[in-house]
């Protein structure tokens, strides 16, 4: 279950926000794109997930071409993406959230979309306790969570996760990437995690891609990546 | 006091049928983030086929049902010859701007509401025609006493009822509902959670047709039929759905009983050629005080 | 540029006129009605493809027009030369009104603000009949050539001083609008239509400026109006919606972009019945179909330009042309 992207383009008007990147996302790993604001990272995985067109390029899942896919077949493929911004619906109750999530499977599989909500709910006590509050009304943490919650329920195969960390307390970052680590092992989830908080995301990779202005600068296993003084120095400012 | 009872009784007769209008206008706007101003028209020429069947010798039931199937096809065809082309063209076109984006679905469902209303007067030789109630339309006598409201008002209110008893089922406890809520209220996470958001709009195109047939059908009883006998009904209906609050749905219910008991008591209390003006100043207080409606969310939608 | 479009209307007069003078007398009619549609649709043109707004009540802004020039004629005893700049200025002052109420809503919040405007103008004569004379309404015309004027070119019948007439307000009213469109008010009118936040930036007072946009139009609608009165009757039956949706078709079939579209809309809404009407009397097509064939074509050719080309006949001219 890998996802090989190669020579990817995205524009929009005359900017050119993901540039001929190429890079590959393991099964069961955790790949991370890390960058600073601007570098294109959102853009990337929105193209990924078919919110965005690219202008060239291809992404195969699984030697499965995605692009020319609208992002609700792309979803039933096994890919789920968490957009930036803890992305739920805050007029939804939390438990209308989640079952949102699974809502396309609920012909097929409607006994593994049961477990699959009680799996999540283990996984996020927190959103059990407020299952019937209304998303608007949870932290910017419980947010985030359910947001994860709403990808999982579906049953992905690989996550895209956009920004998770932005505007947590450290703390429950924290938890947040602890939580996605382990379902990664013990699971055998694939997760590219965009990040612009570079250590904590290296910190949790396998695999660290770095991003700069669209393009791909470095590609490497995420321990070397987090060695390399300059790369640091040059790309992440720490 | 008769007066009063009879201005409320007949105002909540109205405004159940605003209700189902507004209703119908709130599904499209939400589900399609459009105004259908060919609604009405669908309603007229459903129910002119509802007529056609009648005067033929089929059962006024046998009828309503197929004006509402009617209406449901006719919901959903509007979507796939023009709502959906147009979303794919000017996508491309120079006219992109936001504000000419919101403009052109509502001249093209007005070229409909044109379409619609030529077409019935070639059917139905643009005649006038009554339409049957399955009740009585006149005030209902009980234990000797007329009372202020007929057997038709009491028909048209449960049946509204009825209605929205089961739309509002639908909405809280099918999947369906909830897909249609979600992409309604944030599309990009609905598709992103596999949501068809594509059938979704055809879907509220469908609901909404069905219940402009049904609103048709309550209406034409107590009117004339003709091409252009529903337009007011239309323009009714938008108030009430303004005032109510254009993206919520029981909303739409609430604006269709202001507005019905509005124009009841301006009926009664003054006369039918102070209706328009009371519309007219009833949406301009409305929009000035609160532009999103009693119940509508408090975002304010401007572009 | 001021020049410019000085000779550019001039032009146009000219080029009317002498159509006119090769045209029988109803035909010469229909050249003035479609003159006058052209006014109107002026307004919708710099309103909606200028601005961006949309306006279902034009019709209601030319009913002031028609019945501020009428009871300035029959209560004043003006003739038509003073009677049409005081609906002129009627109707600005209802369009400033309009705007001030307006300016907040857009799209379709304010189509269908305005559709609700556009039934109940008209019906206001009903309730106060007796200052607008309900259903009847008042009859007024455009009187006769003045005697000088029969002196020069002979005596000009009455089909003739209307086209004469019209072709006098249909110039003034394309003069200004020209100006409008290439001057500094009409560049931050499109830059309000495209980015509203944008223009805000840059200094664009938005809610002022819609207000101002509202004024301007509604001067055109009410030119309009008092001179499609002039052609008979002034009551509310004459001011109908269905007038509103006429004016807004022939907007977008000839092209909301720009003034030649104008033109282009106005001549095909006014003359297609009577081409209509030629082909199917022909073909001899029973009358309950001839009847309704105009409203049927101009209701699909609406929906057919939405969705094929919603830059209209001019915008898809003007499209290749640049190809």
């Known amino acids: 279950m890998t996802l090989e992207i190669s020579h990817l383009t995205t524009q929009f008007g005359s900017v050119t926000a993901v540039d001929d990147i190429s890079f590959t996302a393991k099964a069961s790993e955790i790949t991370t794109v890390i960058g600073a604001n601007g570098a294109g990272k959102s853009s990337l995985l929105r193209t990924i997930s078919g919110l965005e067109k690219p202008s060239s390029g291809s992404i195969k899942w699984n030697g499965r071409e995605l692009i020319g896919l609208k992002p609700e077949a792309i979803v039933r493929l096994g890919v789920a993406h968490v957009p930036e911004g803890h992305a739920v619906i805050s007029e939804l109750t939390v438990a209308e959230n989640i079952a949102m999530g699974g809502l396309f499977r609920r012909r097929k599989n409607r006994a593994d979309l049961e477990s699959a909500s009680k799996e999540v709910y283990e996984l996020f006590p927190r959103l059990e306790e407020r299952r019937k509050q209304l998303a608007g009304t949870l932290s910017g943490g419980e947010r985030q969570m359910l947001a994860i919650a709403r990808a999982l329920v579906a049953r992905p195969q690989l996550i895209l996760l956009d920004e998770p960390s932005l505007g947590l307390a450290p703390l429950v970052v924290e938890q947040i990437i602890a939580t996605v680590n382990d379902l990664c092992r013990k699971t055998g989830l694939s997760v590219l995690l965009v990040e612009q908080n570079a250590i904590t995301a290296l910190g949790v990779a396998d695999q660290g891609v770095l991003l700069s202005l669209g393009k791909v600068v470095a590609d490497r296993p995420a321990k070397e990546l987090r060695a390399d003084a300059t790369l640091r120095a040059a790309y992440l400012g720490y | 006091m008769n007066l009063f009872l009879s201005a409320f009784f007949s105002g909540t007769a109205r405004g159940a049928i605003y209700a189902i209008v507004a209703l119908g206008l709130v599904l499209v706007w939400r589900g399609a983030g459009i105004i259908n101003f060919a609604q009405m028209g669908q309603a007229m020429f459903t129910t002119y086929i509802a007529s056609t069947l009648i005067i033929s010798g089929k059962s006024y039931w046998l009828a309503f049902v197929i004006a509402l199937i009617a209406g449901a096809m006719l919901g959903a065809l509007i979507d796939i010859l023009v709502m959906r082309p147009l979303s794919r063209v000017h996508r491309a076109e120079a006219l992109n701007s936001p504000a000419m984006k919101a403009t052109i679905p509502v001249i093209a469902s007005l070229g409909i509401l044109g379409l619609l209303q030529a077409l019935a007067g070639m059917f139905w030789v643009g005649q006038e025609r009554g339409f049957p109630a399955p009740v009585a339309i006149e005030g209902l006598i009980v234990a000797g006493r007329k009372m202020p409201f007929t057997a038709f008002d009491i028909f048209t209110i449960a049946i509204v009822a009825l209605v929205l008893v089961l739309t509002s089922l639908f909405f809280r406890k099918t999947g369906t509902g909830l897909a249609m809520r979600a992409t309604a209220l944030n599309q990009e996470v609905a598709k992103l959670s596999g949501i068809r958001t594509t059938q979704v709009r055809i879907l509220s195109w469908i609901i909404s047709g069905a219940a402009s047939s049904l609103a048709g059908l309550l209406i034409a009883p107590s009117s004339i039929l003709s091409p252009s006998s529903l337009d007011l009904i239309l323009i009714i209906g938008f108030t009430a759905a303004v005032v109510g609050g254009l993206d919520s749905l029981p909303g739409a219910v609430l604006g269709g009983l202001i507005v019905g008991y509005v124009i009841s008591f301006v009926n009664f209390y003054r006369s039918p050629e102070d209706i328009f003006l009371a519309i007219l100043i009833l949406l301009l207080v409305v929009l000035l005080v609160r532009p999103n409606g009693v119940m509508g969310s408090k975002q304010v939608r401007r572009v | ?323």
């Open chain 3, 1 to 323: 540029m001021f020049k410019k479009n000085m000779i550019r209307a001039l032009f146009f007069a000219i080029a009317i006129l002498l159509v006119g003078t090769f045209l029988d007398p109803y035909n010469q009619s229909q050249l003035s009605v479609a003159l006058i549609i052209f006014i109107a649709v002026l307004s919708i043109t710099l309103l909606t493809g200028a601005s961006g707004q949309i306006s279902l009540g034009q019709g209601a802004l030319m009913a002031v027009g028609g019945y501020a020039s009428a009871l300035t004629i029959l209560n004043f005893n003006l003739n038509l030369w003073l009677a049409i700049p005081i609906a002129v200025l009627v109707s600005a002052l209802a369009g400033l009104l309009l705007g001030v109420t307006a300016a907040r809503l857009s799209g379709p919040y304010l189509a269908g603000t305005t559709l609700v405007i556009a039934l109940a103008i008209p019906s206001l004569a009903n309730r106060f009949e007796s200052v607008f004379a309900g259903e009847i309404g008042f009859s007024v015309d455009f009187g006769s050539s003045p005697a000088w004027l029969n002196k020069v070119i002979g005596d000009v019948p009455v089909e003739k001083w209307q086209l004469i007439v019209t072709v006098i307000f249909a110039t003034i009213a394309l003069f200004f609008a020209l100006n409008i469109l290439n001057t500094r008010t009409g560049r931050s009118w499109r830059a309000l239509r495209d980015h509203d936040i944008a223009a805000s930036l840059q200094g664009v007072n938005v809610g002022r400026s819609r207000i101002f946009i509202f004024m301007v139009t509604s001067a055109f609608a009410g030119m309009a109006g008092a001179l499609y009165g002039l052609r008979g009757i002034v009551s509310p039956s004459v001011y109908a919606v269905s007038l509103s949706l006429s004016l807004l078709t022939a907007a977008i079939l000839g092209g909301i972009r720009n003034i030649s579209g104008a033109m282009i809309g106005s001549i095909i809404i006014v003359f297609l019945p009577d081409w209509i009407g030629a082909v199917t009397s022909r073909l001899s097509v029973p009358t309950r179909i001839s009847d309704y064939l105009p409203a049927l074509i101009t209701g699909l050719l609406l929906v057919a330009t939405v969705v094929l080309s919603p830059g209209g006949l001019s915008g898809s001219i003007h499209h290749k042309k640049h190809k």
